[in-house]
């Protein structure tokens, strides 16, 4: 007798092979068998017929190290089939930690990822100080998803060197291999691996840079080897050269990288992304990352699957938020704000004024101007929510076209859906207005569907629903260029994302393999428009972004969602260290593309 029988569905195994019709049985937490029929008697059958079953979705780029010592369920991730997260990206985390530093933590996790503070010291759940009792405290623990986690370069550094670290003065020799001592023992305990930051884009709420972000290659290289000597992990890092603010280009990184993921042999994960000031830069990227990889060194590029920017409207940030007139009105509840902004005599006043005192503790709080200048890119999100809209459909041409001024139509445009309206502004991966790049990246056989930043920038995006993106719009939906073979838009985010972080027990539906799967009503899914609510701690304010069409989202066997409803099943503990498959699997490192042409398949 099986536990869980899933009858008459679509297979899409994750490998990229071409779907078939299988059954999925499922004992004690494994796939167990999977063929065209399955007879015998489960506890559990779920039908189905006309349904996609998938591996479940491996997300590897999130923020949910504060979440996830108070939140069970993982929203927004649990609503788009994800079943493993990895957290502690970007060189930030909460562990390890001296005594009376919490604070310093909060605030440099606060400034780089945008998640409230206030938040994150009423929520999380201290009772730590080096990162392996971290993972002690997550072992009490329990999600409707696995949660993995790297130690973070911001973290150690201040640990170990204090204010010095944190202010990014150079680490002596001795620092170095203290730094290497703890993420030797974190990796050895069961972390995933190690992140750094090295892009000016990320400052602590101070202003101050990320600790780490100058670290000289004597440091970065003793903290990598320090990976290997642990059993093996990721490096990953958010490179110098990223953005278009940064010092120096991706390529200029290259070299060091390049260098220590060759030397160790463990795999260094970069980020590319296309940007406006120099939109063909992410090519020249990409053709010196395929000689890397002709050469065999194991690097991955994360990737994004859409536009990286930001959402604008009353809720969020808009070019009007610091003007006094409407800085008078912002405490109202919405409802009656959007009563007196609809007022003329209200709206001229606005219009007509500069920006108001900045508050200093609010990095964001001087984005008006920049924003009232951006009208050509900001384009309404609309329901369902396009990310690929025409440049005719900015508010800006539509202005243009409509005689009227730019500005003036963005407020009146602020103000539909009873100020609830949101405006897709794409600051990456958009130079081109239209998905191609995005395209070509995802196909690259050395990315990796990433940086979707779940938990993360929780007043500005909510890229957590890209898993669901990848079906709907690469699969199913995209009219403006070629889209993505199904079965490639899961292995993407199956196999492909679970093979880089050493998980060999999952992201494939095969015998022997953990039953993380989805069941998923492919014609019927969607992604609702985000939505701003006020349930983190403190009263803290976050964008989510629902989906519809998982008929059922299976973790260990158990399934933890239900026709888009959380039955509050919690199967799982912490995820520690690589998993070993039950059957064998390639780590090679993938062919280049110019070995496998343009449409590149799943790595071999």
Not at 152 to 176: F, I, L, Q
Request: net charge negative; with cysteine.
């Amino acid at each position: 007798m099986y536990d869980l029988l899933i009858t008459g569905g679509t297979l899409v195994d994750g490998t990229g092979a071409p779907p078939r019709r299988a059954d999925v049985a499922v004992n004690d937490g494994r796939i167990v068998a999977v063929s065209e029929t399955l007879d015998g008697e489960a506890a559990e059958t779920i039908d189905a017929t006309g349904r996609l079953v998938t591996p479940g979705f491996v997300d590897i780029h999130t923020h949910y190290d504060g979440q996830a010592t108070w939140d069970s369920q993982l929203e927004p991730s649990a609503s788009h089939g994800v079943t493993t997260v990895v957290t502690g990206n970007c060189g930030v985390g909460f562990a390890p930690v001296r005594p009376g530093k919490e604070e310093w933590l909060i605030q440099l996790m606060e400034g780089v990822e945008d998640i409230p503070g206030a938040a994150l010291a009423e929520g999380i759940t201290w009772g730590w100080e080096r990162f392996t009792e971290f993972l002690d405290v997550l072992d009490t623990r329990s999600w409707a998803m696995d949660v993995g986690t790297q130690i973070p370069h911001g973290a150690v550094r201040g640990y170990v060197m204090g204010d010095a670290g944190a202010r990014n003065e150079p680490a002596s020799a001795e620092d170095s291999a203290e730094m290497a001592a703890h993420v030797r023992e974190a990796i050895e305990a069961g972390a995933l691996g190690f992140s750094t930051s090295r892009t000016l884009a990320h400052l602590a709420k101070d202003g101050e840079p990320v600790p780490g972000t100058f670290a000289e290659r004597e440091e970065l290289f003793a903290l990598g080897r320090a990976i290997k000597a642990g059993g093996g992990g990721v490096f990953e890092v958010a490179q110098g050269g990223l953005t278009m603010l940064d010092r120096g280009t991706t390529t200029d990184e290259m070299g060091w990288m390049a260098d220590l993921a060759e030397e160790t042999g463990q795999p260094l994960a970069f980020m590319v992304l296309q940007t406006d000031t120099d939109p063909n830069l992410w090519q020249d990227v990409f053709e010196r990352f395929d000689k890397l990889l002709e050469r065999g060194i194991p690097m991955r590029a994360q990737v994004a699957a859409r536009p990286f920017g930001m959402l604008v409207g009353l809720q969020t940030n808009h070019p009007f938020a610091k003007r006094p007139t409407y800085d008078a009105l912002a405490g109202l509840p919405l409802p009656e704000r959007i009563e007196q902004l609809a007022k003329p005599a209200v709206r001229d006043a606005i219009l007509a004024e500069a920006d108001g005192p900045l508050n200093p503790d609010n990095p964001f709080d001087g984005i008006g101007p920049f924003l009232a200048m951006m009208t050509d890119k900001m384009f309404p999100l609309g329901t369902p929510p396009n990310y690929e809209p025409l440049a005719e459909a900015s508010l800006g041409a539509m202005a243009t076209a409509a005689g009227t001024d730019a500005l003036a139509a963005t407020y009146e445009a602020m103000l539909a859906d009873d100020g609830k309206a949101m405006f897709m502004l794409p600051l990456f991966n958009y130079a081109n207005g239209n998905h191609d790049a995005i395209r070509e990246m995802l196909l690259h056989p050395g990315s990796v569907s990433s940086l979707g930043d779940a938990g993360a920038h929780c007043g500005m995006i909510c890229d957590a629903s890209i898993p669901t993106y990848l079906l709907t719009h690469w699969a199913r939906d995209r009219s403006r260029g070629a889209g993505i073979d199904l079965a490639q838009a899961v292995h993407l985010q199956t196999q492909r994302t679970a093979e880089l972080y050493g998980l060999g027990d999952r992201g494939v539906v095969e015998a022997g393999k953990k039953a993380d799967l989805n069941v998923i009503d492919f014609e019927t899914l969607a992604l609702a428009q985000p939505e701003l609510i006020h349930d983190l701690p403190a009263g803290g304010r976050r964008l989510v972004q629902y989906a519809s069409g998982y008929d059922a989202t299976i973790v260990s066997g158990v399934v933890t969602r239900r026709h888009d409803v959380d039955p509050r099943q919690r199967p799982r503990r912490p995820l520690r260290g690589r998993r070993r498959p039950r059957s064998t699997t390639s780590h090679r490192a993938p062919t280049p593309r110019a070995a496998q042409g343009p449409h590149a398949g799943p790595t071999p």
